[in-house]
T-cell receptor, first 108, second 113 residues
Framework: LAKTTQPISMDSYEGQEVNITCSHN???????ITWYQQFPSQGPRFIIQ???TKVTNEVASLFIPADRKSSTLSLPRVSLSDTAVYYC?????????FGTGTRLTVIP | GAGVSQSPRYKVAKRGQDVALRCDPI?????LFWYQQALGQGPEFLTY????????KSGLPSDRFFAERPEGSVSTLKIQRTQQEDSAVYLC???????????FGNGTRLTVT
């Protein structure tokens, strides 16, 4: 089962760019890197997915180095509503390991 | 469109009671997953269905836990003789196929007293 390591928590002021890094040293060749966001009392919500290099969508960017042993989720100009827990689960389709995630707090 | 729906939203059970938690996945989603989330922790995998077939149940913590998806759509997670350590949020997720991102419901919070 692929394990991931993330910072437990991060604080950021509104309007700043936030980068959250996830370490996954034993990522498998066929593993995609996926990030989810979870608000209190809700299920996790898919943000972005990539395999290598850089992926960008309307809410975030995902940077993956060539060795794929880590990934960085970049949130541009965060707002208070981005306060949530962020996960980078890895593993097979039927057995994702979420870990404890990174609790991001956006400060006014 | 409608997302993944779970019911009940909250369930309180006395120790020793049986409970049944329901999941309505997104229509057409082949894959269905159950996860357990303890307070302050990330979701932990319980079991996985592809259509009506339960392909992986390695995460079920004991034989008191049972899941089914008889017609390949709605799924039920049943916990027999509930214990206090079963208190958690039970999340259901579905995906279009096994490699697609998961769509989660908002979970059922089970409290065993």
């Amino acid at each position: 089962l692929a394990k991931t390591t993330q910072p437990i928590s991060m604080d950021s002021y509104e309007g700043q760019e936030v980068n959250i890094t996830c370490s996954h040293n034993n990522i498998a060749t066929n593993d995609y890197i996926t990030w989810y966001q979870q608000f209190p009392s809700q299920g996790p919500r898919f943000i972005i997915q990539g395999y290598k290099t850089k992926v960008t969508n309307e809410v975030a960017s995902l940077f993956i180095p060539a060795d794929r042993k880590s990934s960085t989720l970049s949130l541009p100009r965060v707002s208070l509503s981005d306060t949530a827990v962020y996960y980078c689960p890895l593993g097979g389709a039927n057995n994702l390991f979420f870990g404890t995630g990174t609790r991001l707090t956006v400060i006014p | 469109g409608a997302g993944v729906s779970q019911s009940p939203r909250y369930k309180v059970a006395k120790r020793g009671q049986d409970v049944a938690l329901r999941c309505d996945p997104i229509s057409g989603h082949v894959s269905l997953f159950w996860y357990q989330q303890a307070l302050g922790q990330g979701p932990e995998f319980l079991t996985y269905f592809q259509n009506e077939a339960q392909l992986d149940k390695s995460g079920l913590p004991s034989d008191r836990f049972f899941a089914e998806r008889p017609e390949g759509s709605v799924s039920t997670l049943k916990i027999q003789r509930t214990q206090q350590e079963d208190s958690a949020v039970y999340l259901c997720a579905s995906s279009l196929n096994p490699d697609s991102p998961l769509h989660f419901g908002n979970g059922t919070r089970l409290t065993v007293t």
